[in-house]
Nanobody, 123 residues
Framework: QVQLVESGGGLVQPGGSLTLSCAASGFTLDYYAIGWFRQAPGKEREGVSTITNIDGSTYYADSVKGRFTISRDNAKKTVYLQMNSLKAEDTAVYYC????????????????WGQGTQVTVSS
């Protein structure tokens, strides 16, 4: 059974850091690209970052570029999203998704989705 489970969310003050994890099971992570998405209350889902399965290339939305870092550990079947310099506008439920050609700017390209983890940035 294919499963993606996000963890690491929580409450953090502005300027703080969090690392989200996306644990994969039921498929070989090596063959899949992973995207991180987020959705804030009353807003549309937004693509945050992608890491490819081919060469580990990364992509970031302009809103998080320079602050977030995506990485993967295929041996641990886990993808990470390191988030630094967090802002109130980063508050959202964060989801990871997987697909052979998953891209965060094309969510329809992602086949499998996790249930999400809440990130709240507030003082």
């Amino acid at each position: 059974q294919v499963q993606l489970v996000e963890s690491g969310g929580g409450l953090v003050q502005p300027g703080g850091s969090l690392t989200l994890s996306c644990a994969a099971s039921g498929f070989t992570l090596d063959y899949y690209a992973i995207g991180w998405f987020r959705q804030a209350p009353g807003k549309e889902r937004e693509g945050v970052s992608t890491i490819t399965n081919i060469d580990g290339s990364t992509y970031y939305a302009d809103s998080v570029k320079g602050r977030f870092t995506i990485s993967r550990d295929n041996a641990k079947k886990t993808v990470y999203l390191q988030m630094n310099s967090l802002k109130a506008e980063d508050t959202a439920v964060y989801y990871c998704a997987a697909g052979m050609a998953c891209q965060c700017d094309h969510p329809e390209s992602c086949s499998y989705w996790g249930q999400g983890t809440q990130v709240t940035v507030s003082s």
